[in-house]
């Protein structure tokens, strides 16, 4: 994500929480910052010198956000885009959009979220990314031998990470600020069918399934995010994915 930024003529600062990663930011062009959401240290005001803050950090650590959403308020930045997921979302075997308060109300991400939307001195939009698939999440691979799927029937809540860049990409460049946005690949084939394939896919075998007698589920309705944001999805058709190419 932060090298399709540079690639696109951004000035960009990116973090990480280990110092052995610190080359890896650097050599792409990046202004590099430890940044421990469990722990911030001083350097916090440093990296927060600018006008866009992107969150994607996968921490639940409500005083760690609390701590970080204080440090933003003192800093420069206007706008906040928050990478959240539709696992915020209570199963209730339906459709479920962004106005229909299906939220689990026990969720940490939900509760985080609401930090971030309530905070009064920048603007901030929530991303909820279903699955991630594509290129090191390869779906062929998840499921080990000797693990099994259950629920296979239920269907599947996924999107491919180019599709992840480029909806941030888009939102920011576009200005789409308060707003909330479910964001998955239109099709949810069952978990038997897209497993399945994404193993032959690659050669592998397929996982085994264990059918629990009761199916739990839901299905994200992305069309908010098409709508408001016009975004057609590079990978719209999960069964269409070539997972071998993008290994």
């Not at 280990?18 to 910052?33: D, G, V, Y």
């Not at 609401?114 to 901030?124: D, E, M, P």
């Not at 058709?237 to 070539?242: A, D, E, R």
Request: proline share 4%.
């Amino acid at each position: 994500m932060a090298q399709s930024f540079v690639l696109r003529g951004y000035q960009v600062k990116a973090s990480t929480s280990s110092k052995s990663r610190l080359s890896i930011l650097t050599s792409a062009n990046l202004e590099a910052f430890i940044v421990d959401i469990e722990n911030l240290h001083s350097n916090i005001q440093a990296f927060l010198q600018s006008s866009v803050l992107i969150i994607n950090i996968p921490s639940k650590n409500r005083n760690g956000f609390h701590a970080l959403l204080k440090e933003i308020e003192k800093s420069t930045i206007k706008k906040v885009l928050f990478v959240s997921s539709t696992s915020v979302y209570e199963n209730n075997n339906k459709i479920v959009s962004e106005s229909d308060g299906e939220e689990s109300p026990q969720s940490p991400l939900l509760i985080i979220e609401k930090l971030f939307r309530n905070a009064c001195k920048f603007k901030t939009t929530i991303v909820r990314f279903g699955g991630l698939i594509g290129y090191g999440r390869n779906p062929g691979k998840f499921f080990r031998k000797g693990r099994s799927i259950e629920n296979p029937d239920s269907p599947v809540n996924l999107i491919h990470r180019d599709d992840c860049i480029e909806i941030i990409t888009q939102i920011v460049e576009k200005e789409i600020w308060d707003e909330v946005f479910n964001c998955c690949a239109d099709t949810h084939p069952t978990k038997r069918e897209f497993y399945t394939r994404a193993a032959q896919s690659i050669g592998a075998i397929a996982p085994e399934f264990v059918n629990s007698g009761t199916e739990s589920f839901k299905i994200i309705n992305n069309q908010k995010v098409k709508h408001l944001l016009g975004y057609e999805f590079i990978h719209p058709n999960l069964m269409k994915i070539n997972f071998e190419k993008n290994s």
